[in-house]
Each structure stands twice: as C-alpha cells, then as structure tokens.
C-alpha cells in the first residue's frame, strides 16, 4: 500500500511552520494542521497539534530539529491521536487541557503565558467546540501578533459544536474573546490562514446568529414552540440544513440540537 507524502512545511509567520497531516476529509479539510514554533530557525521549537497517528506525518514533525514542547487545542482524535509517538520521538512533555492529553508536564491553565522556544505564548480558553477547546497567542509573532485557533475557528467554512461537550452559550463567549485580538493572524488547525482574525470572527458570530434566527423559523414552523411539543433534532435539521452533504450530517444534528438548547434550554429529541 503506498503512504501518502507528508505535505512540505509552510512557513506562514515569522514563528511559525505548518505542515498539514494527509487527513483530508469531510470534517477535517485539507487535513489537521500541524504547527512548529520558534523564535529562530536554529532554536529548539514547540509542536502543537500532533495530528492523526500517520508515521509519515509524525516523523516529518520530528525532522523539523529539537523540540521542548508539545500543545494541544482540544481533544478530537485528529489533534491527539499522534501523542504518544511524538512524544517517543522527541521525548517533549505534552500539556493540554485534560490530564489524560499531557505527558510528563501538567495541565494548561487559562491564562497562563508559556516561555519556551524563544517565545511568548498565552493560554486562551475558548470552549464551545469542545469544553476543552483552547487557543495559543503569540503575542511578538509579526506586527500584530498571531493566535492559533485549533478548531474554535477555521481557515475555511464553519466549525461545529460537539454537543452536549461543546454549547453555543460557550462559543459565543469565546468568539468574544477572540475578538479582542482582531488584527491577529489566524492559524487554524483546519484549512489556511488569514491575515486577520478579527474579520473571520466577526463572520462567525453573524453566521451562528443566522442559523439561530433559521432554528427559531424552524421550531415555529414545527409548532413546537406554540403546541408545546418539542420538535426533534432530526426534524429540525432537515429544515435547516436541508441540503447537507451526508457525511456531515452528524455534525449538522450537533449544532442543531447545540442550538435547540441555547434557544430552549433542552436538549431536544433525536
């Protein structure tokens, strides 16, 4: 069977290199992106996002020099499941929001700023994707700095909410925050980067209360709201995402049922 090739490394800012994972797929885009960090190309570096547990991909990872570090966004299989043979490699502890992600080194914490590699990188809880979900400032990254968003945003199309882990209350607060750091790069672990995180931010909140205002056209339509009986998730999925691909209409089910319980404060039925 052949392998496929690792996508070459891109340098994309001045501390960062991305080298996407031959993941691609309905859900993951091009593939899950992979970054090493470093304030200069002969200092040790920092990984975050392992990816998939692809050799290729790992191996291409360790081949980039010495790395102190390993982070991670969230805890998706795309992002983790490349842990542990990274880890192997490099021998690099691995801190992430959950314990059960780190490695010879202790959660992260919100807030905290990591210096290591050369650089200056901040802790940034974003939950609402997933509860665990964090962002990575690098504040001295170019002009403006650069975040790395995981899957909280995306370089391409929308992200979902892993429902009932990640809620809409949550990611509406975390788009906020995001907001706050505008004139930032994007680094998203999905699909390419974009020059201002601000912009894609504030496409995001208009696009999550647009599907809010077709779920309530939805639940009137179902006379749920009026009736009192409770539409299913299903049945309002079919009405707003009605021409959903089928391989993401899982994912469509999540956010809707993410929604039904924002507006509602239920869960809704399957």
Do not use: K, W
């Not at 998706?76 to 780190?102: F, K, S, W």
């Amino acid at each position: 069977m052949i392998q496929p090739t690792p996508a070459p490394p891109l340098h994309v800012t001045d501390a960062a290199v991305l080298i996407t994972a031959p993941n691609p797929g309905p859900m993951t885009l091009d593939g899950t992106n992979s970054y090493i960090l470093r304030a200069a190309r002969d200092a040790a570096a920092v990984v975050v996002d392992p990816g998939p547990a692809d050799e290729g991909h790992l191996q291409a990872l360790a081949g980039q020099g010495a790395v102190e570090l390993i982070l991670i966004t969230h805890r998706h299989g795309d992002h983790t499941e490349g842990i542990d043979r990274l880890h192997e490699l490099t021998g690099a502890p691995v801190r992430a929001a959950l314990a059960e992600h780190c490695r010879a080194a202790e959660p992260l914490v919100d807030g905290e700023v990591i210096t290591v590699a050369g650089l200056a990188i901040q802790v940034v809880a974003t939950p609402g994707h997933t509860s665990d979900s964090l962002c990575f400032l690098l504040p001295d990254d170019g002009h403006h700095g650069s975040v790395l968003t995981g899957d909280t945003v995306l370089g391409r199309g929308t992200t979902i909410l892993d429902f009932p882990d990640g809620t809409l209350g949550d990611y509406l607060a975390s788009l906020d925050v995001l907001s706050g750091f505008g004139h930032a790069v994007l680094l998203p672990a999905h699909g390419p980067a974009h020059p201002h995180l601000g912009t894609v931010v504030e496409q995001y909140a208009e696009h999550r209360l647009q599907r809010l205002d077709q779920v309530r056209e939805a639940l009137a339509r179902l006379g749920g709201a009026a009736a009192g009986a409770r539409p299913s998730i299903g049945e309002v999925t079919d009405l707003v995402y009605a021409d959903v691909d089928p391989a993401v209409r899982g994912a469509a089910e999540r956010s809707v049922a993410a929604q039904m319980h924002y507006l509602l404060g239920v869960s809704g039925a399957a």
